[in-house]
């Protein structure tokens, strides 16, 4: 079976420049989360949508912004690039909404702005 | 309120073993606890999770011990193998509600042959 599928693996984005991660959940799970990982620390939540709903937003500026599709996979957009953002992203697919049933992550894309 | 704090953050262990981490959260509400590892390059994975209802959770060599009232909780992991080296992350999670994950820092864990 496929697990939580992100793409891309890699990008180099310019300050300033806008950015779309996507992320494909496990077959049958309706729940996707986004985190962001700065080197050296745990992930950060960002978002959680839930049958294309939004669920919970993290401490993380407006430029920052998803949505989920019908068929449950979603996409990352961060708008006007900081170096800051530099990190691995990533995405969490899990069958409920809340996190009773535990979440899986994918590999992640490693966003590098300069 | 929501902090997990993790320690130590790094920790090297000769092969065969006990690695221990530990970590301590504040807000009560938390009632889902799991343990992820992760290797370079990729996703965290989950390793084992507790629920606050029991008090230690077995799963091969890795078992995860809770206190409650102390509002702490611990891996250890077994006879200790250079295949574990990786960086382990703690969590806590208020699951009834949206399941946001609250990680700790991570412990890099370094085995020795």
């Known amino acids: 079976d496929a697990g939580v599928t992100q793409s891309p693996t890699h990008l180099i984005k310019t300050r300033g420049q806008h950015v779309t991660l996507r992320c494909s959940p496990i077959s049958g799970h309706k729940s996707v989360s986004w985190y962001q990982q700065v080197l050296g620390q745990g992930p950060q939540f960002i978002f959680q949508y839930y049958e294309k709903e939004e669920r919970g937003r993290g401490n993380f500026p407006d430029r920052f912004s998803a949505r989920q599709f019908p068929n449950y996979s979603s996409e990352l957009n961060v708008n006007a690039l900081l170096l800051g953002d530099s990190a691995l992203y990533l995405c969490?697919?899990?069958?409920?909404?809340?996190?009773?049933?535990?979440?899986?992550f994918g590999s992640g894309t490693r966003l590098t702005v300069v | 309120q929501q902090q997990v704090k993790q320690s130590p953050q790094s920790l090297i262990v000769q092969k065969g073993g006990i690695s221990i981490i530990n970590c301590a959260y504040e807000?009560?509400?938390?009632?889902?606890f799991p343990w992820y590892q992760q290797f370079p390059g990729k996703g965290p994975a989950l390793l084992i999770a507790?629920?606050?209802?029991?008090s230690e959770k077995k799963e091969g060599r890795f078992t995860i011990s809770f206190n409650k009232s102390a509002k702490q909780f611990s891996l250890h992991i077994m006879d200790s193998q250079p295949g574990d080296s990786a960086t382990y992350f703690c969590a806590a999670c208020y699951s009834s509600n949206t399941g946001k994950l609250i990680f700790g820092q991570g412990t890099t864990l370094q085995v020795k042959p």
């Open positions: 507790i629920r606050p209802d029991v």
């Open positions: 807000n009560t509400a938390f009632d889902y």
């Open positions: 969490a697919s899990s069958s409920a909404g809340t996190g009773r049933y535990g979440y899986t």
